[in-house]
């Protein structure tokens, strides 16, 4: 009896309000991410998906509190890379990364650009590494904690100019853009859904992008491996993810819901002016998600490793 009545209520899913969790302050760009695709999920699900930011330990509180929520369909986690190089980053975590969750499906892919406030002098991003270098110990880089995207991107870029800058980690670049835009802090690799708004209005200075291409929204301004970092290219995937065991109708509304959500016209055009390549729909498959972090993984590990910076 208990497994139809079980099966009858997810026949219902959803009858109520959803929580998706957002592993960062409210502001930063994983917020966005997540605020722009819940409301036109809501739309499809006929229930609101309400969006609760659980920030710190770069991303993994957020994750621990997913992982130990009811699997009933109720909770859910939008995350990005950083899912996949806590893994690494993290001796010890209070979930584990590939056998904790089930997977609804892969959202968008978010470029990143390497910023600074806008009274730095240097002309290019030659000349803002060599600002680095002369400064050496006193150029600090914001980030929001080890196994953000701004801590990898910022951990790249100190591997590849061979020079270390001093961290400032914050919940989230939401918070961090806000000491950028002070002059409080100086650099920060952070991804376009963040930084967008401020380079158009001149409120920050952008020297390069971590895309393969140029953005479109951005024609002027320089690939970091053409401004002369070698292999330096990073996009910042998000996915949508499920505790383990949460029913598979549930996970199927959901992930057919993120497919719907990726087709909305509204959240295409976001998307575009804010440099983002929204995922094909074939990627909004649990499979594809669960191929996408395994992958990941495997290829952050060895990198992180190298790079020695690890979480305590
Ligand atoms: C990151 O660095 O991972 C993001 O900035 C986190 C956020 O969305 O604030």
């Excluded at 920030?55 to 009811?70: N, P, Q, Y």
């Excluded at 892919?109 to 030659?126: F, G, H, Q, S």
């Excluded at 001093?166 to 950028?180: E, F, I, R, S, W």
């Excluded at 191929?291 to 910076?309: C, M, S």
Aim: proline content about 6%; some cysteine; aromatic content about 6%.
């Amino acid at each position: 009896v208990a497994s139809l009545v079980a099966g009858a209520a997810q026949a219902d899913y959803p009858e109520r309000n959803i929580t998706m969790i957002v592993p960062f302050s409210a502001g930063g760009p994983t917020d966005t991410v997540a605020r722009l695709v819940a409301e036109s999920m809501s739309k499809d699900l006929g229930q609101q998906i309400l969006i609760e930011n659980v920030g710190g330990a770069g991303g993994t509180l957020g994750a621990g509190r997913v992982a130990s929520s009811k699997a009933d369909g109720y909770t859910v986690l939008l995350h990005h890379i950083g899912m996949a190089t806590s893994a690494t980053l993290y001796r010890k975590l209070a979930y584990d990364t590939l056998n904790s969750f089930d997977y609804v499906g892969l959202v968008t892919e978010v470029p990143m650009a390497i910023v600074t406030r806008k009274t730095m002098e240097a002309k290019d991003l030659k000349g803002l590494i060599d600002y680095v270098k002369a400064n050496k110990d006193k150029v600090t880089v914001a980030n929001a904690g080890i196994g953000a995207a701004s801590h990898l991107c910022g951990m790249m870029f100190m591997s590849a100019i061979e020079t270390p800058l001093v961290t400032v980690p914050y919940k989230g670049t939401g918070p961090a853009m806000t000491d950028l835009l002070g002059g409080q802090v100086d650099v920060m690799c952070d991804q376009t859904t963040n930084t967008t708004k401020q380079i158009q209005g001149g409120t920050i200075k952008a020297y390069a992008v971590t895309s393969p291409q140029r953005l479109a929204i951005f024609p002027d301004l320089p690939t970091a491996v053409e401004a002369g970092l070698p292999g330096f290219e990073v996009g910042i995937w998000h996915g949508i993810y499920a505790p383990k065991g949460t029913p598979e109708a549930a996970v199927n509304k959901l992930s057919a819901a993120l497919q719907k959500a990726l087709k909305d016209p509204n959240v295409v055009s976001r998307f575009a002016e804010l440099g983002t390549l929204p995922s094909p729909e074939a990627d909004a498959t649990p499979a594809a998600l669960k191929a996408k972090l395994e992958t990941e993984v495997a290829r952050w590990k060895p990198i992180i490793q190298g790079a020695g910076q690890y979480a305590d």
